[in-house]
């Protein structure tokens, strides 16, 4: 088993398969200076696993947990009824025909009492997981707020520079 680094943030998927989508999340966390624990962990496949993780996060150090998982997504919310610590679930797309449909109602619908953060399928869910993550650190973090604001600055300007270039 792979070991556990301590870090604040863990993201954690299905399977391997599901690594280049979730490149996008370990990136966007790197730009904020955020280096997680990544784990391929299966609710289906390794539920002892999984199982074990959740438990043990918060104790390890972890305060923000991202899960990914395609198909009958079921890793996220089988996390989350086992830890206090946020979990944010990232539905992956298109591996069943249905369009990450599937994925994306099995992981927001959730019973009321165990939360998952629900975000978009795919490539924009990994990387809005990864700044849901940075927001909910920030909260009690001055230095990671301010990369905060400065990121959404220069995401305003380059919409606003797309813009003029138009005219
Ligand atoms: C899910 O099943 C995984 O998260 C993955 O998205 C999907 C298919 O897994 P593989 O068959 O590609 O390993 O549990």
């Avoid at 043990?56 to 305060?63: C, E, F, L, Q, T």
């Avoid at 797309?93 to 978009?120: H, I, R």
């Avoid at 301010?146 to 270039?165: C, M, P, Y």
Wanted: net charge positive; charged share 15%; hydrophobic share 50%.
């Amino acid at each position: 088993m792979a070991s556990e680094k301590k870090t604040s943030v863990a993201v954690v998927m299905g399977s391997d398969s599901d690594l280049a989508v979730m490149r996008n999340c370990v990136d966007t966390l790197g730009d904020f200076g955020i280096v997680p624990t990544v784990r391929i962990i299966s609710a289906h496949r390794t539920p002892q696993i999984a199982s074990d993780f959740a438990d043990n996060a918060a104790a390890n150090g972890i305060k923000v947990i991202i899960a990914a998982a395609g198909m009958a997504a079921h890793l996220a919310g089988s996390i989350a009824g086992r830890t206090t610590l946020p979990v944010i679930g990232v539905p992956m797309g298109a591996k069943s025909g249905l369009g990450g449909l599937d994925t994306l109602l099995s992981t927001v619908q959730m019973p009321p009492g165990v939360p998952v953060a629900t975000v978009a399928i795919g490539k924009a869910g990994a990387k809005n997981a990864a700044i849901l993550a940075v927001q909910i650190l920030a909260l009690s973090d001055t230095t990671l707020a301010g990369k905060l604001a400065e990121f959404k600055k220069t995401q305003e300007q380059k919409v606003i520079e797309k813009d003029s270039a138009l005219s």
